[in-house]
Structure formats: C-alpha cells, structure tokens
C-alpha cells in the first residue's frame, strides 16, 4: 500500500495528509471576464463547490463549471449578526472537507478581501492537518485602479473598512491615497437591505474632514459586474459625502492625496540619490487632486 502523502504548508501546525482538501477561489468582479484559470479548473476538478455570488451571472457560470455547486447565500438573514453567518458558512464548508471530499469555496472578487469566512475555512483546515489553498482573484481595488487611473505606488495607498475606520479613530495620510470601503454599510453589522443609513454616513464625513478640506474631491466608485457596462465614478466633495446619491451597499470610496509629501534631501544624499535623479519623476501627478 502506498504511503499517505505528507507535506507542511507555512501557517500549518499539522503535517496534511492528502485526503478531504480546500481550495478557495474569486470569481473577480465582472461576471463574465474576471475569473481566473486555475478558479475555473478548481471548480470544475472540486466535488463540493460552495459559493457566495452578487449577481446571476456568475451564479450561473460557476454552476455551468460544476453542476454540483451550492449557493451559500440562503444562510444570510436580516438581523442576524454577519459574524454568525460567517461561521456557519465556514462550517458548512469544513463540514465537507472533514468527510474527505476535494472541496471549492468560491467567492466574488478576490476570496481573501473582506471576506472573513474564506480566511477561517483555510486557517481552520490547515490545522486540522488539511491540504488548503487561496488563490489570489481581482478585488473591487483592482478595478479601481484601473478604471480611476491611480497607481499605489505613487504615493502611497490606504485601504480601511469603513465601520473599523471609525471605530479604531484611523488617522489617514493626506500625503496618501485612502481607500474606504463597505461606505454604504458603515456601522451595520447584520444582513443589510433597505436604504443607506445617511446618518451614519455623516459620521464618515466627520471623520474625513478633519483630515481633508471640505471641498476636496474624492471619487464613489461602483466597478461594473456586467461585460460592456461602464463603472460608476461619481466625484464628491469630502464635506458633502452623506449627501450623494450613488451610495450603495457595493459602493468603495477614493480619497486622492491632497497634499504632496515633502522630499528629504538629507535622506536622498544618504541613498545617494542626487538631484540629477530625478526622483520626483518616478511618481506621475495624481489625477484629480484639488
Ligand atoms: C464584503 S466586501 C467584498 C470585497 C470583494 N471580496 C473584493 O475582492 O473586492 C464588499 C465591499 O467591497 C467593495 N465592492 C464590492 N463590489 C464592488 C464593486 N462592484 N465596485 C466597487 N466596490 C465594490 C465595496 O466596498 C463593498 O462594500
């Protein structure tokens, strides 16, 4: 008889052996173009596929992988706790894994970005001596920064949840890019339906103007779902944020810099950069900066 086949992965704290496995994939979040390769294959190589999809279309493609594939979504229910939801759905999925199955939890963009039941299943399998993997997917920022045209490496780039924004008082950099997302959703923490909460909103724009000048312009931003549908890019001043209309539940905010980082000249020397390296030119300008 062959030997079971051993391997560690980092973050394991038990050697795997090969049988009941993981593999989480993104759908991306165009429903038709986005989803990688090796997502595909693991969803149709898979014997479970469990997903989480915002729109039919994907529902569609990845039961067209694997006719074996549950949606997920039937666990969210209004006023229950999401943290509650996420760990049924997390068993749901180990569940399957434990019985010895090849297993494929599908989430839209990218699996590992807000997405707190995919990073459970994976860190929970490993340690229970599971072969799990994430493969990475194209997020909701990825489609920002094509579709508004910003480069994080320009000046730097900061990413919060906006409820953990508030809570935890972040202090951003205005020297730096900000990226707010779950906007539409601030401070609730169940299943949300029914219309924006613009009071709470409000406290975003309280807590962004204390930072930025009230008429600086940031960008609402909805990337397209669907092929051949242009994303929604919406310019708004940072005081007046709980008043725009194009806040939905999938709505990610931009704030650009609105001031430049001022240069060390003693640490260039020390790099030994002069200034006929033109440092400054390794950065273009950001786009709608006020
Ligand atoms: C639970 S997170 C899921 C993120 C997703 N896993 C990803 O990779 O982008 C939901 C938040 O992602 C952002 N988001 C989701 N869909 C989006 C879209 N089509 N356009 C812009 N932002 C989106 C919004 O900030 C939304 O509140």
Redesign the pocket.
């Known amino acids: 008889m062959r030997s079971p086949r051993l391997q560690r992965l980092p973050g394991c704290d038990a050697v795997l052996t090969a049988k009941g496995s993981l593999v989480v994939v993104?759908t991306g979040?165009e429903s038709m173009g986005q989803m990688t390769g090796a997502a595909r294959v693991a969803i149709r190589r898979a014997q479970r596929v469990f997903y989480l999809a915002?729109d039919p279309l994907t529902a569609q493609s990845v039961r067209g992988l694997n006719r074996r594939a549950v949606s997920l979504h039937g666990l969210y229910e209004v006023g229950r706790h999401r943290l509650q939801t996420y760990a049924t759905m997390t068993e749901t999925v180990l569940a399957e894994v434990r019985r010895g199955l090849r297993v494929c939890f599908v989430?839209?963009?990218?699996?590992g970005?807000?997405?707190m039941p995919a990073h459970a299943a994976v860190s929970i399998a490993r340690k229970e001596g599971y072969r799990a993997v994430m493969q990475p997917?194209v997020?909701?920022?990825a489609?920002?920064i094509a579709d508004l045209g910003v480069d994080p490496g320009r000046n730097g780039w900061q990413s919060y949840e906006a409820t953990d924004f508030l809570l935890r008082k972040r202090k951003p950099d205005p020297t730096a890019g900000l990226v707010l997302?779950?906007?539409?959703?601030v401070g609730r923490i169940d299943y949300v339906t029914g219309p924006i909460d613009r009071e709470k909103i409000a406290l975003v724009t309280e807590a962004l103007v204390r930072t930025y000048p009230r008429k600086h312009l940031a960008t609402l931003?909805?990337?397209?779902?669907l092929p051949g549908y242009p994303?929604v890019i919406e310019p708004v001043q940072i005081g007046k944020l709980h008043l725009a209309k194009a806040i939905s539940?999938?709505?990610?905010l931009y704030v650009p810099p609105s001031k430049r980082a001022p240069l060390d000249k003693k640490m260039r020397a020390r790099l030994g950069l002069g200034p006929a390296s033109r440092v400054s030119c390794l950065r273009a300008r950001e786009p709608a900066a006020t």
Not at 107 to 111: C, D, E, Q, V
Not at 221 to 225: C, K, L, P, Q, T
Not at 249 to 252: A, K, Q, V
């Open positions: 993104g979040i915002t989430l839209y963009g990218h699996p970005v807000f997405a997917g997020s909701a920022d489609c920002l997302w779950q906007i539409g959703v931003y909805e990337a397209s779902s994303p539940p999938i709505t990610t």
